[in-house]
């Protein structure tokens, strides 16, 4: 093994020591044996084990653990630490800014094992509630993890609408005669992009020119086809074809193959004429216009041909925002500054729910809080009428599936959003019991971000979505999809199943700031996706049938 090698196994030993809590002289005597091994000039394997002990700064204990990796080519106590540390913890040491001891916190404290969790929580301005963590140490971790993250290759649609808007300025610009559309899972708004595509009549060698100058590094090349890679780390796509074929490429780039498949039997000619327009194509196979979110399965075809399709939900659609955090607990803003801000947005009312007292990692309310907020709502109401403030509670789904407070503090929220928060890592079974017995109780009205999955970062526990959607169907429980770019949380692909039920979604952007209210918008581009309309959504109500839902939804505790 070489120096570096060996200095880095102690320096790595004497971190997880200090994230662990353990012996903080031993982690302190290993970091300074890394030191020392690092500006040795003879590396230690060419001396013998008498003169590794005589250096200077290398005591017994550490010169044991060198002569025990040189023997055996690792460390043992190294082993045995990395085994009982998450991965995700040990990734943390890479993110510039955070160091050991604010590991410690996040992991013990927080509960919080994963970077894309670490990130989440510095969007949801978490940290700021523990010491050694201001707001810009909060800033400065968000902003290297991002870094990190990006140079993974996997991004969120929200992270690469900005991008895809300046890019496609640059090569409008750059190629002021040629054509550019974007396409593929960018188009089609899927929630994660791997690749960004374009269809484009530009010929390929001024294309190739044009990132070799710019720095992008060329991937492959064909005559139809340029992959390139930014210095971001985001690959870009180029779909190269004759003017005549851009509106054919750009319809069989935005599709699935069954419904490609499907069409191509359906139009008479195939898709290898020339079209003006992708209405055209639909013209031509005797259908509505699909347009390309929709295009997931064949089966819409059909559904579009028998019945056409509804009218599927916009943004302009939410009429309130339903599920938002304050300073009360760990938002931004006051709630006036939420209300406010809502207001001004043209959003008929605000649904405040702060998360509840289990939740201590996010200054969760305990039950005076709770009536001195109910007194600041009641003041607001009055100050901001005919706009209206809910009193909620993002309750806490506890380990027996129980929600967080006694039956008479629950009986003075309007309403309640439960959610799973803790105790994440369960096996399917435990987490079917503690979900199914939340949504049976009657003070449950939305169910929240149903599986707790963080986009690129955490899977979520295992659920079975269909006996979810029954028993909310049985409890009249909506059920939310959490707008959060990062959860969008029900699946798309399961609201077909809530809403063949019956049941209401609920798009809630989970707002922890002003800013926060914005993200309704990807949650409509996935609810589009399932084919949701404003009828369908909670959020899309006006308040006075919101209320009228709110009424019914208390009829349920008597």
């Known amino acids: 093994m070489t120096n570096e090698a060996i200095a880095d196994n102690f320096s790595l030993l004497s971190k997880l020591m200090d994230i662990h809590g353990d012996d903080a002289f031993k982690a302190k005597s290993y970091a300074s044996a890394a030191f020392t091994i690092d500006k040795l000039e003879t590396e230690l394997s060419t001396l013998d084990p008498q003169t590794i002990f005589s250096q200077r700064g290398i005591g017994a204990t550490t010169g044991k ?28 040491l890479r993110i510039k800014g955070i160091g050991p001891k604010k590991i410690a916190t996040i992991w013990k404290e927080l509960e919080i094992e994963t970077l894309g969790e670490l990130l989440y929580a510095c969007e949801e301005n978490r940290l700021t509630l523990y010491k050694g963590f201001g707001e810009k140490t909060q800033a400065n971790i968000k902003a290297s993890i991002e870094f990190y993250v990006n140079a993974q290759g996997n991004f969120l649609y929200a992270q690469m609408e900005a991008v895809v808007g300046l890019l496609q300025e640059k090569w409008t610009e750059h190629f002021n005669e040629s054509s550019f559309f974007v396409t593929g899972a960018f188009r089609q708004q899927q929630e994660v992009i791997t690749i960004l595509e374009w269809v484009t009549d530009q010929e390929l060698a001024p294309l190739e020119s044009f990132f070799e100058e710019n720095n992008f590094e060329i991937q492959s090349s064909t005559p139809n086809y340029l992959e390139v890679t930014s210095q971001e780390n985001s690959t870009l796509g180029f779909h190269i074809v004759d003017t005549q074929h851009l509106v054919t490429t750009l319809f069989k780039t935005s599709c699935v193959p069954s419904f490609l498949e499907k069409i191509n039997e359906l139009v008479p000619e195939g898709l290898l004429q020339s079209y003006f327009s992708e209405e055209d194509i639909f013209k031509a196979a005797n259908i509505p216009y699909i347009p390309p979110y929709l295009r997931e399965d064949a089966s819409i075809i059909e559904k579009a041909s028998s019945k056409g399709l509804p009218s599927i939900i916009v943004p302009s659609d939410i009429k309130g925002i339903i599920h938002s955090h304050s300073k009360w607990s760990d938002g931004s803003n006051t709630l006036l500054d939420m209300a406010t801000a809502a207001k001004a947005k043209g959003f008929e009312y605000l649904v405040i729910s702060d998360h509840s007292k289990s939740a201590f990692y996010a200054s969760g309310l305990q039950e005076d809080r709770i009536i001195a907020q109910h007194k600041e709502i009641d003041q607001l109401n009055k100050q901001l009428a005919p706009f209206k403030i809910f009193k909620s509670i993002e309750s806490d789904i506890l380990n027996d599936g129980n929600l967080d407070y006694a039956p008479a503090i629950l009986q003075s929220f309007d309403l309640i959003i439960a959610s799973v928060h803790s105790n994440l890592k369960m096996q399917e079974e435990k ?20 599986t707790g999955r963080l986009l690129l970062s955490r899977k979520g526990y295992p659920v079975d979505h269909q006996k979810i959607i029954d028993a909310c169907a049985a409890n009249s429980v909506v059920i939310e999809l959490n707008a959060h770019p990062r959860r969008l949380d029900i699946d798309w692909r399961m609201i077909g199943k809530a809403l063949d039920k019956g049941l209401l979604i609920s798009i809630n952007p989970d707002a922890h700031a002003i800013e926060g209210f914005e993200d309704c918008r990807y949650g409509v581009l996935v609810a589009q996706k399932a084919g949701v309309t404003k009828e369908n959504n909670l959020s899309s109500y006006t308040l006075d049938a919101f209320e009228k839902w709110v009424a019914t939804q208390q009829s349920k505790r008597k």
């Open 65 to 92: 653990k060198i002569i025990e990796q040189l023997e055996t080519g690792q460390l043992e106590i190294l082993v045995d630490y990395i085994s009982k540390t998450p991965a995700g913890i040990l990734e943390m």
């Open 431 to 450: 987490a079917m019991q503690r979900l199914i017995t939340a949504i049976e109780n009657p003070y449950t009205n939305i169910l929240g971000h149903m």
